[in-house]
């Protein structure tokens, strides 16, 4: 079965650098979302993107934050200048013409 | 934007007892999840349900969407049923998920 796949599985940096979180959706999807989960809380929507450029973005979504779709098969989420608080999972979600949406495993980032 | 709530928050359970938790959102969705999280953190699909019931062996899952809630059973469980359970709602074309708290359940032997 089709699945989304992300990685690195984890990420360790420091604070000030620049990180860029890659995702490969399942291949006929049109949809493409990432959401983070701070350790405890729950599950919050960053960005959507669909055809090549960002449909809804959160206010978690600062100039920090950027998405592309360099190729046909990967969708990358940069941060530009990490802090403290970016520390969470980062999951990437894709869809295709229906609603149902498939999240990949996360993205573990710690920002020392 | 939707608002969705999630009850109880923490449940613990004997090895072979049967379960009910419960999502109310606040407004029409046109799309309602139900996720696990493992405890390597990963959100595992159980139902894509934005009405109706669905049944996938021990848990099953109901939408009442005029009501504004839906509600996931699970029976027998066993303790690799424990984890974080959550739902989210969406709505709309691009149809972002609004995530609940969670439900934390515990399965004792």
């Known amino acids: 079965e089709p699945e989304v796949t992300q990685t690195p599985s984890h990420q360790v940096t420091q604070m000030g650098q620049e990180v860029i979180l890659r995702c490969v959706p399942i291949s006929n999807h049109l949809y493409f979302y990432w959401y983070r989960q701070i350790l405890g809380q729950k599950v919050e929507f960053l960005v959507s993107?669909?055809?090549?450029?960002?449909?809804?973005k959160s206010e978690i979504f600062d100039d920090q934050f950027s998405v592309e779709r360099p190729d046909g098969s990967n969708f990358t989420l940069k941060i530009r200048s990490t802090k403290l608080e970016d520390s969470a999972m980062y999951f990437c979600a894709s869809r295709g013409a229906g609603l149902e949406q498939y999240f990949g495993p996360g993205t573990r980032l710690t920002v020392t | 934007g939707i608002q969705v709530e999630q009850s109880p928050p923490d449940l613990i359970l004997q090895e072979g007892a049967n379960s009910t938790l419960r999502c109310n959102f606040s407004d029409s969705v046109n799309n309602l999840q139900w996720f696990h999280q493992n405890p390597w953190g990963q959100l595992i699909n159980l139902f894509y349900i934005p009405s109706g019931t669905k049944q996938n062996g021990r848990l099953s899952a109901t939408t009442v969407a005029t009501e504004r809630y839906s509600l996931l059973y699970i029976s027998s469980s066993q303790t690799t049923d424990s984890g974080v359970y959550f739902c989210?709602?969406?709505?709309?074309?691009?149809?972002?998920?609004?995530f609940g708290t969670g439900t934390r359940l515990q399965v004792t032997l």
């Open positions: 989210a709602a969406g709505r709309g074309t691009a149809s972002k998920l609004t």
């Open positions: 993107f669909y055809n090549n450029e960002i449909s809804e």
